[in-house]
């Protein structure tokens, strides 16, 4: 008799589920960095410069390689801390299937469990940032507003 639940979860190093994101702290960073040597084809990728309108960055070719971008799905950077959390650690960024959340924001449209496999976070997860981020606008905007938005 087969398992039921044999093919309801992803395979990732020999565990069931997504593999869960990775904080690397500012310190840890600078030693890396330190002991990184960059080749030639690295420094002119890190030279290029980076899209500053969204007009520039739809001309730009996808996977989005700015990982610095702040609308970029690979990492977050904690502005008090510095530390860098990878979303991804399994995966390159060339390897993401979605790079870009302004991409991802115009296509519209999405089920939280989209949502979730597209951040790397459960469709659990994905439901209490959209109450908090709701929450904020009708403390901010009121009630009617919210209404108003909803009812376009």
Not at 54 to 72: A, I
Request: aromatic content about 4%; overall charge positive; glycine content about 6%.
């Amino acid at each position: 008799m087969r398992d039921q639940h044999a093919d309801s979860g992803k395979q990732v190093n020999g565990k069931r589920g997504r593999r869960r994101s990775k904080t690397i702290a500012r310190k840890q960073m600078l030693r890396e960095r330190k002991k990184m040597q960059f080749d030639h084809e690295m420094m002119q990728l890190a030279e290029q410069q980076r899209p500053r309108t969204r007009k520039e960055c739809l001309e730009m070719g996808r996977p989005c390689l700015f990982v610095s971008c702040k609308h970029h799905l690979y990492l977050d950077v904690n502005p008090e801390t510095g530390s860098i959390k990878l979303n991804f650690p399994d995966l390159e960024v060339w390897q993401l299937r979605e790079t870009c959340a302004l991409d991802v924001a115009e296509r519209g449209g999405l089920t939280l469990e989209e949502v979730g496999e597209i951040l790397n976070l459960t469709r659990e997860r994905i439901r209490q940032v959209e109450a908090t981020g709701l929450k904020k606008l009708l403390e901010q905007t009121g009630e009617q507003t919210i209404k108003d938005l909803l009812d376009m």
